[in-house]
């Protein structure tokens, strides 16, 4: 019974990210049911796509707790966020074709917050051996949360072509420049994060940072 209420508790998604959920999700639905009426058809797959996928920080949230694995605080309000971002006001507000800076900019954020919050959990969840030296750990944790935030960018690239396959919209909008480039602006931010933290925590540890 104590061992089940420290997992209840160890991640907890507060009422206030709850009110964000609900509020985002209304909206979604007021529009979907506005493209039913007016059988927009593109409009309402998109609108049941992304009211489908804010619902995937939640369910991250509660295996994380299932496994009693940490997650980084803020990390539902963050994807729920993100998820907004991207898919009603990137997709269905036209974000994507008003402002062209808006799919970089959010896959560039994608590959920073991937980063961070690889980061936070690895060193949450990992011990560091005994033969292994502080810093040659903290170069393993910055490698490996570059390569989780490089396929969570490839993650998100299959997700847009296969949203265009099962339903009637049009995500992958330039082809292969539009992918590669997503995928780019993606790995070059989560490089710079990665790199940052290892620099940095070099910098605070230069009398003792030897590989």
Known sequence: MGLQKRRSRLNKAGK????????????????????????????????????????????????????????PPGFVMAGVVFI???????EI???????????????????????LFALYMLQSNLKKQGQLSKARFTLFLALLSLC???????????????GDIVLPVKM???????????????SLTALLTAAGYYFLWRFMHRDKTRI
Not at 23 to 50: M, N, R
Not at 85 to 90: D, R, S
């Open 16 to 71: 206030f990210t709850v009110g964000i959920a609900l509020i985002f999700e209304i909206i979604l639905l007021v529009h979907g049911l506005t493209a039913l009426w007016q059988k927009q058809w593109p409009d309402l797959g998109l609108s049941a796509l992304a009211m489908a996928t804010i619902l995937v920080p939640w369910l991250l949230h509660y295996l994380a707790n299932r496994v009693h694995l940490k997650l």
């Open 84 to 90: 907004f971002l991207a898919q009603y006001l990137g």
């Open 93 to 115: 507000r036209k974000f994507y074709q008003t402002f062209w800076w808006w799919d970089i900019f959010l896959h560039g954020l994608f590959g920073v917050l991937a980063v």
């Open 148 to 162: 989780f935030a490089m396929a969570c960018s490839a993650a998100w690239e299959l997700f847009e072509y296969m």
């Open 172 to 186: 992958v909008k330039g082809g292969l420049e539009d992918t590669m480039s997503d995928l780019f602006s993606g």
